[in-house]
């Protein structure tokens, strides 16, 4: 029997803030993703795969054209979401925006691609968002309940989460 432990904070543990700082980089999408990342690697359940395929070259001209060139021909494929989530035979991509954040032409493409094959997509702009995206795709998780009223799902001696 699994033993619950009761954690009205859990999601606040677990949560930089709904967007993270600006960076002097001014890199917002990169720092949501990573702490997308840090709380998906948080209530997934072992053995659970969070990814992240560098599909862009973001380089000057001549030498980002080349670069993006060999990697096309190595399987990138344009549009790719940013993050695969893969647990218990579930595959989920994620495509991670800011809060304006639009998609691509290729983006919009790859999303309809997969979801034709019945995939699970999502587009997130926040660890809520990604939170509820795992829901929706019936992805198991450590978490029960929302973010006011979670509990942590702690397998006991022997039981596997």
């Known amino acids: 029997m699994r033993r619950l432990e009761r954690?009205?904070?859990?999601?606040?543990r677990i949560k930089t803030s709904k967007a993270p700082a600006k960076t002097k980089r001014e890199t917002?999408?990169?720092?949501?993703q990573r702490a997308i990342c840090s709380a998906l690697r948080f209530v997934l359940p072992s053995g659970s795969i969070v990814h992240h395929s560098a599909n862009e070259v973001k380089?000057?001209?001549?030498?980002?054209?080349?670069?993006?060139?060999?990697?096309?021909?190595?399987?990138?494929?344009?549009?790719f979401a940013d993050l695969i989530v893969l647990?218990?035979?579930?595959?989920?991509?994620?495509?991670?925006?800011?809060?304006?954040?639009?998609?691509?032409d290729a983006q919009t493409a790859f999303r309809?691609?997969?979801?034709?094959q019945g995939f699970a997509w999502a587009l997130v702009r926040s660890?809520?968002?990604a939170l509820g995206a795992l829901s929706e795709a019936g992805m198991v998780t450590r978490v029960r309940g929302n973010a006011s009223t979670s509990v942590l799902v702690t397998p006991t001696a022997g039981e596997e989460l």
Not at 28 to 32: C, L
Not at 59 to 78: C, D, F, S, W, Y
């Open 7 to 12: 954690n009205s904070s859990l999601i606040g």
């Open 28 to 32: 917002p999408e990169a720092d949501i």
């Open 59 to 79: 380089q000057a001209e001549p030498a980002g054209a080349k670069r993006q060139a060999i990697l096309a021909g190595m399987g990138v494929t344009p549009g």
């Open 87 to 104: 647990s218990r035979g579930k595959v989920l991509f994620l495509e991670v925006k800011s809060a304006t954040g639009s998609l691509s």
């Open 112 to 116: 309809d691609t997969v979801q034709a």
């Open 127 to 129: 660890i809520e968002d």
